[in-house]
Every structure is written in C-alpha cells, then in structure tokens.
C-alpha cells in the first residue's frame, strides 16, 4: 500500500484531517483480532489456517462473522488506505478480500463442515460469512 501511495497515488482521498479516520479502523481491526485469537487460545484450538480445529468457537465475534480474523486485517487495511488519503493503495483491499475469500475461507469451511458437520451448518444458518 505504501508502495502504491508513493508510486501511483492517483488521486487524494479524503482530503486531510479527513485521513486521520483511518487511524481507529486501524485500532478497531487489531482489537479484533486480539479478541478473535484469544477466544481461540482459551478453547484451545488452533489459529493457523489449514490446520484442523479441535473446537467450533462461536461465541465474542464468532456471533457475527464467521472469520473475524480476516474482517480485522481488512478492516485494517482500510485504515491504512484512509490514512495514507491516496486511491491507489485502495487498489489492495479488494485484492486481499478476493484472495483471501478463494484461498483460506472457502478452503477452511470444507475443513470445518468435515470436522463438525451438522454444527457448524447450524452455525452457517445463524452467522453471516463476513458481516
């Protein structure tokens, strides 16, 4: 993103101190994060993508996003994207979301409905995928 603020910015936006907005999606998305790996630390399940879960946790965040370990790091990307105030490195939240949604989601709730089957259909019914 850096990158391309410097090398490609295309255009400014928002305009300054309107970037300063960036700075608590960037906090909220660490909180997030931080809130999402401890509820998988204390169930005692794994965080690492691909690895097979021990637990279905589905409480905190859980309630409300399926992943909300990747809604915190777009959440932080677009904060960084408003802070930076440039188009050009909004250029990579789309990217992210589409790599990230073909390459670990929808490889992670196969996992998931083999390991937990008709549990984690019932947690499909009742939470969305991102928000």
Do not use: C, D
Not at 9 to 22: A, F, H, I, Q
Not at 43 to 48: D, L, P, V
């Amino acid at each position: 993103m850096a990158i391309l603020h410097l090398r490609a910015p295309l255009v400014r936006v928002p305009e300054p101190p309107l970037v300063l907005l960036g700075a608590p999606l960037v906090v909220l998305g660490f909180a997030l994060a931080i809130w999402g790996a401890n509820l998988f630390g204390r169930a005692g399940t794994t965080i690492k993508p691909f690895e097979k879960s021990s637990v279905l946790v589905t409480n905190g965040p859980f309630r409300f996003t399926r992943n909300p370990m990747y809604l915190s790091m777009t959440v932080v990307l677009l904060g960084v994207w408003l802070l930076l105030g440039t188009l050009g490195p909004g250029l990579i939240v789309p990217i992210f979301v589409v790599t990230i949604q073909r390459r670990f989601i929808l490889v992670e709730e196969a996992m998931l409905r083999s390991t937990f089957g008709a549990e984690y259909e019932a947690y499909l019914q009742r939470v969305r995928r991102w928000i």
